[in-house]
């Protein structure tokens, strides 16, 4: 744990010395998880893990089955400032499929824990990162049955958008059904949005309708939610854009979503992503309501858009 004293540990370990290394090693174990976040001693412990030539695979694979032989004080580990980095390198370095299977299999078990905070996050997707397609299924699962609440969790909802970018042409189906299925309550979620907005811009728009189907007013008029309705009125065909505007243009409380906080920015939005007579109609059913928008603080905003489109499609006199 001295600065000076580590970096002679560490020239011992390169120097290769079995003997050297054994008694470097036999005190080590004792003290991993200590040693691990220590501002020095990680130092010697990822060099370690580095020292291919002069550590043999059975006391690489002795260390990690004694890191990991406490999933708590694993956890505080890979929490730690220190912890992550020689986690991370640890990963890395490690080849031997036996001994990175028993670490898979260990952080699966704690994955709930580590993707809600930021530090453990990165273990998580160092794993992604290096393990086989069948192995990061494993993980990647784990996170979809717990989908709700990593993604409304302050960190987890960045941690679990980390993980859809980061594994490319992987089997991410049930992740990607756990947070669809789930759009409701992500959808109005201060944290639980924006996963759902990401998954939208992936291209999963039409499954995203289907469940919010019948809900879009109340959703336009929420503040987190109506960023995921124009989304979806963003980024989807014009068939489906469609649905969401007929259902807000035939609902009873039209006038107060085009007069709502939120949901002019919507009613916006629909302006913008309809087309043909969808659009003509929908700027029509605004106009009638002049009398009620043109004072209105939220309201004049959205009725100064549809009178410009009906504007330059000569429509106004009609």
Known sequence: MDCHGCRCLQAKIDEGNPRNVEAILSVVKDNIHELIKHPFANYLIQRIFKARNSVTYHQIHSLVLLLTSNHQKLIDVCKDNYGTRVMQNMLENINHPP?????LCTVECITLALMKNLNGSYVVLQCLKIFQPIYKKMLLDKVAQNCVEVA?????CTAIKKCLEHVGG???ELLITGIVCNAMVLAV??????????VIKMGVKKMVIEVLQDNFVRLSMDKHASNVVEDLLRYSEENDVAVIVEEIMTSRDFLTVVRDPFGNYVAQR??????????????FLIKSYRKKLQNHIFGKRVLAEAMKILMEGNWLNF
């Open 99 to 103: 001994t990175l299977y028993h670490i």
């Open 152 to 156: 409304t969790d302050k960190v987890g």
């Open 170 to 172: 992987m089997p991410i």
């Open 189 to 198: 979620d201060p944290y639980g949005n924006y996963v759902l907005q990401y």
């Open 270 to 283: 629909a302006l913008e992503c309809t087309k043909g007579g969808l659009r003509v109609e929908l700027s």
